[in-house]
Structures are given as structure tokens and as C-alpha cells.
């Protein structure tokens, strides 16, 4: 039998020596193994991880590579950020190519605000919240109580060269170390750094082109991803008067960007997200046209600020997500997501999105004292079963 | 939260007072005025819409002297040709230019009366991209504007907003003198905090705070009594205490070996014990073909 075309060229920095398989799959297939992507079950399109698994799987496993995903920002623009940011690390962590353009803060300031990856390590029996009684010294030997057998068992998957894991997870609490963020080559675009007289969505897809081109994602034989990141377009920073008018002037200007956009990433080996507070935007047609420029959509609702925030049916959750749309690529039919009423938390080291389910008991609560109690012992299990873990 | 935001906005800071015509909020920012003047700031007002006299009421006379008026008020769109200063002047270089002009050592304080009438006549953009300048520039610490909500679209509100640390909306209270304030401010780690509150102003432009409106309190009461704690009725108790964690940590359990024991078992542990499997002809089991009949 011939000898897969693969594994003759395969670089050693993708073995990890750590695998406790050295299975490795003989395939001649076209498909390309960059690190950080994974084929999609349903089509085969070659998917990258947005850096939230509850959002991978809403959006079909993953974010597909040439597709743009549109995120209409909540109120105070908290969690859309937030997803941003996890879309950064994760293209950090994968060690693919960033690219920040940002009117209202600089994308440095953006890239130093990204969560730290949670490293996995072997269970390690630790007593956190009781203080350490055992006097004697916990050198490594000593770490595990109970699995003691299992300690001279390699870890697995401890160090980030492992990128053959699909989807990580981050603690929010900790910023990134700037040793794993300054090894991931970024590409900024800082508005207010190139004043012109034409527009700046023009500007910002010339610089984008430029880099794609410089960096060679256009070609063929390209080995990595771009992750284009762009916070915050339609907003009055960019020029725009989208969000402060209800007739705008120009309202060409965004969807013309996007149009371009979405040609630069679909010849290209690049993946976008584009953050829009669209509750500015009073257009409702205008922001129709952007979500079908855009293949993905979805929409946060925070409860901050809102009267649902003190609404007991939505105490554990922080805000309602909306699934605008949903691409279906090379394929008749897509794969909507079986819940449509989705709600989002931010816990610290998870972004966990659930289908919500409205529980009668709830309804028609009254403030009387004795029947509160009663409702919170019945309180047990208002959560619904997650969608994923 | 009025108060901490009356005792100061922290640099970089902007502040937005929004008000509507039923509810002036004209007096609340003279209070903001009065008390970073008292606190000896430098404050630069831009004057649109009162007088120098009319916004002086009330101060004392040496907080008045301290206060550095820009004329906007006489001429706004240079009609004549005063020295006054003018609506197009609204941009980056001309206010930093403005500003420095005073030679004060401290930074200094903006404050914008109104947002509106600058908006009527510049553009959306051109103003927030101003704003956002001179929130990031050195030259001023902090900015303070009043904006009269019902006079714009919502989409301009909003974005002006957007870029506001904090926003106080003033709507009239249930007595004559009172306000009710609905505030909101963003940190800058992203945290947003909410408060609503009832105040009222004296003659001498100080702030007093009434108890917060009285639904609010009704609601606030609610999500504490649902909160019950599952260990407290049972008749078994789920705690531990001091003792009885030591004990709990003393206790050896069964395969806890000493540590000799424990290297002896994990060192010797590589090829000692191996499985030697000869397959014989009764293995050959085939799961298809139990009575092993089959001609093949």
C-alpha cells in the first residue's frame, strides 16, 4: 500500500509527545490540517472554533472558514465584547493570524483585555477552600491522595502545542500571559491612526486586503487562518451616521463594506466577526440588509438596565440570545438550532448558552410570603437541560 | 450614586446629564459646577444657551471668579465678528487650544452647555468623534454635557450615550421641588451599575438626596426570600466542623500506603507483569457464526 501523502511531510511540532494514542489516521484526502480547524460533519466545510463551544454548536460545530459572523451588540456592549475576545484568544491559542480594527479603543487595548486559556491538566486531588493541615511538604509526589497510581502518567494535553483539540476553554478572571499573546502575530487597524477624506469602511477593507495579500492568505497552499476581528462598525466613530439618523445619508457606506468583505474572505483563508450595536440603528431595514450580508447572526439581549433583570423566571442568566440567521453553505438546507429561545451566562470560566424553558410555576407568583416559600422549594430544577455540556 | 458622582468624575470620565422638557437639567448641573468649584478644580464652561449671568446665579462670588466662561451665548455661529466662540470651533485642536489658553496647572474639567444646540448644528459623527478625542487627550480631565433628549432622534441619543461613562436621566418627581434621577455608569472593566434616586436642590446649589422611589424598594425585597438555604431544616446535619475536618483528614483509608510503599509499587511497575496469550483453535469465535458451520 502506497504511503499516505500526509504523514511524509508532517511537521514534528504536531506530534505532541504527550498523545496517549500514537494512532494516526492514514488519509489521502485534499483536506487541509491547519491547526485550530476541524471538517464539518454536515458539509465537510473546514470549520474554526468562535472560543464559546455553546456558540460552535448553535452555529452547526463551528464557524466556517470564509464566512463572516455578526454579532448586534447588547445595551452597554459587555458580552459582545466578551465573545470577541474569546474569538481572539482562540485564534491565539490555535495560533492562527489576528487582525483588530477598532474605532473606539485601541485594538491594543482590546488584545491585553483577552482571557487566559484554562490549561487541562490531570485531576489533581487539592483541597481549595480548607486550609492545609498536612504539615509536610507538597513537593509533586505527595500532590495525590487518593490516585496516587496515576502520577507518573504523563498529563495530558498540558502544554498549548496541543492544538489538535477543537475548542478551548477560558477563565475570564485572568487576563492573558503576554508571552502566549505576543507569540500570535496580530495585524491592527486603529481608526483614529488613518484620518482620510474617503470613507473609512473603504480604508479599513483596503488595509484588510493588504494584509491578506502580504501574508498570503489567498493563496492556494496558505497553512493558517486570519481571524478578522472588527469591533463596533455602524457606530457614529466610524463616520457613519447609521446609528444617529433615522434616514442616514449614506446608508450604502456599511452595507457596501460588508459586501467586499465577504469576497475578500470567501478567496481567502480567513474568518470574521464583526461586532454592530444595532439598537442604535433605527432602520429596521438597514439592519436587515446587514444580517443578510453577513452569513451567521446572532443578536444579544442583556438584562442590564431592563425591567426582565429582576424578573424571577430569568434570574440565572445574564441575557436572551437571538439566532438571526443561520448559513447554509454548499448544502440545500441549514441546520437551525432545535430551541429558539436561548438564554446566555457569563460564569467565570464558561459562556454557557441554554435553551430556555418558561416553568408555570413561575407564572402568576404572588409576593406573599407563604406561597414564595413554597414556590422556592419547588425551586429545585428550573433549568432546563443544556443544549451541550 | 449621585453623590460619589457630585464628589467628582475620575479623568477621562464623561458625564451626560439628559433632560427633557418637562424636567429641567439645568440646576443639577450647577450643582456639578458648584462643587468641583468648591473642591478648587478648573472648570471651562462653552455657554450655549444661558448667559453668563444666568448660569452664575447662585454660585458665590469667588467660586464665580474662578470659573472660566467661553461666550457662546451672544454670537454662536459668528454672525458678527466677535471674539466669541462659535459652534465650528467644536473640534479637537481649537477647544485644546482654548483650554491651554488659561496657562492653569491643574487639568481641566469641560463642561458643555448644551450637547443639543452643538449637535443642531455639527453633524452626529463629527461630535462623538470630538468627544471621543478629548476623552483620550490629555489637555482635559473630564467632560460634563447637557443633553435635551426630546430634541434628537433616538439613534443620536443613543450614540452620544454610547460613549458616555455615565448618564443621569432627569424626570420629574411627585413634589414640586423633587427629581428623580435615573443614573448608569459603566467602569472601565466593563461593569455596569444601575441606581435610580429622588433629589432636590437648595438655593445654595447643594444636592440633597431623598430615599430612592418607593417601587423599587417593593421589588428589591422579593428576590431575598426565595433564597433559602437547603441545609438548614434537615434533621441530619451536612457540616463540618474544625474537629471533625482534622479528623476527617487523619483517618487512613484503606489503599493509603506509606511512601515507601507507594515508590515501591509505582517504580516497579514497568514490565513486571505480562500477558502471554497462545490462541487456541476453541477461541476463534466468530460472532456471526455461533454453531461454526459455515463453509468459508
Redesign the interface.
Known sequence: MAAPVDSVGKPTAERSPFNSTSFQKKTRSKLISIPGTRPSVQNGQLLVSTGVTSLDYLLGGGLAVGTVLLIEEDRYDSYSRMILKYFLAEGVVCRHELFVAAAQDNPDDILQELPAPILDDVAIHKPVDQPRLSCEPQDSLDAMKIAWRYQNLPKVQSALASTSRFGHYYDVSKTMEPEIRQAAKCHRFYLPEHPTQTSSYSALLKSLQEVIHREGFDVPRSRNILRVGLHSLGSALWGDDLSCHDNPRHSHALTTFLYGLRALLRSSLSVAVVTVPSHLIQDRALMGSITRLCDNAIALESFKGSERETNPLYKDYHGLLHVHQVPHLNCLANQLPDHKDLAFKLKRKQFTIEGFWFECSHVGATKNKHSSAMSAKEDNGPSPSPLID | MLSELLQGTDSGGFLIIQDSSSCTGRHLLKSFINAALNREEAIHVLGFEVSEEELGEGLTTSAHQRLRFHNAYTDPLGWTDNLAFTVHQFGLEELTHLVKQTSHPKPVTLVIDSLSWILRHV???VV??TL??LKRGGAVRAIIGLLHADMH????V??IC??ATSVITVAPGMKGDEAVAKI?K?SKS???T?DEEIFSIKEDLTVIIQSKPSHLE???A??E????DPTANLTFNLRLSDTE??AK?KLA?P??FS?EK??A??HSGQGSGRILYEPDANDDFDQEDPDDDLDV
Not at chain 2, 225 to 228: A, D, I, R
Open positions: 453633524s452626529p459623527p462623538c468623534k471621543q478625542q432622534q433616538t439613534g443620536t443613543g450614540s454610547h460613549l448608569t459603566r466593563g461593569k455596569v444601575q417593593h421589588k428589591q422579593d428576590p426570600e426565595q433564597q433559602t475536618r482534622k483528614e483509608l489503599f493509603m511512601k507507594k515508590t509499587l509505582l
